[in-house]
């Protein structure tokens, strides 16, 4: 009988007890980046319009930073070092590089391929830049003329 008292005791006391402050929140996992990230990244005057002349110019600055014995050709460190900080990076649009010919570099044309594909996807007219209504696929808006002949009979109020 009192090994039962003790137990529902114990229960009881393990039922009220304070388990301290509750756990920290977990920091949420880094924001999600579309591919549009990736590509607007190279809109080098910020102007909201990525033209193939600021992709290429973007890519070529980047593979010249990797390319640390500057033979135009990204061995296996050289390689290894870019995928880790893009990685590090964590974005969702991270796209590997890889000697996809197997001949021991990482040439130019392989580390800019995914991003020039990109590109000429998100080119619907083949015009050579990608403007906002490409790059986030919005209709630009355009001005009713009415809207301003309104304003002026009502004086431009509400």
């Given at each position: 009988m009192q090994s039962r008292l003790i137990l529902a005791t114990v229960l009881m006391l393990t039922a009220c007890a304070d388990d301290g402050p509750p756990p920290e929140p977990q920091k949420p996992a880094k924001p999600f980046h579309?591919?549009?990230?990736l590509?607007?990244?190279?809109?080098?005057?910020?102007?909201g319009t990525v033209t193939r002349a600021e992709m290429e110019a973007g890519l070529k600055a980047e593979f010249d930073a990797a390319d640390k014995k500057h033979n135009g050709c990204l061995d296996a460190d050289e390689t290894d070092a870019v995928n880790e900080a893009r990685w590090a990076e964590g974005l969702s649009t991270t796209?590997?590089?890889v000697d996809w010919n197997h001949d021991g570099c990482v040439d130019f044309k392989e580390f800019s391929n995914t991003v020039r594909s990109l590109f000429d996807e998100?080119?619907?007219n083949n015009d050579g830049k990608l403007t906002p209504e490409e790059l986030h696929g919005k209709k630009p808006k355009v001005k009713n003329p009415q809207d301003d002949t309104r304003n002026r009979q009502d004086g431009g109020g509400n």
């Open positions: 579309p591919v549009v990230e590509l607007e990244r190279y809109d080098a005057d910020h102007d796209s590997t590089i998100f080119d619907k």
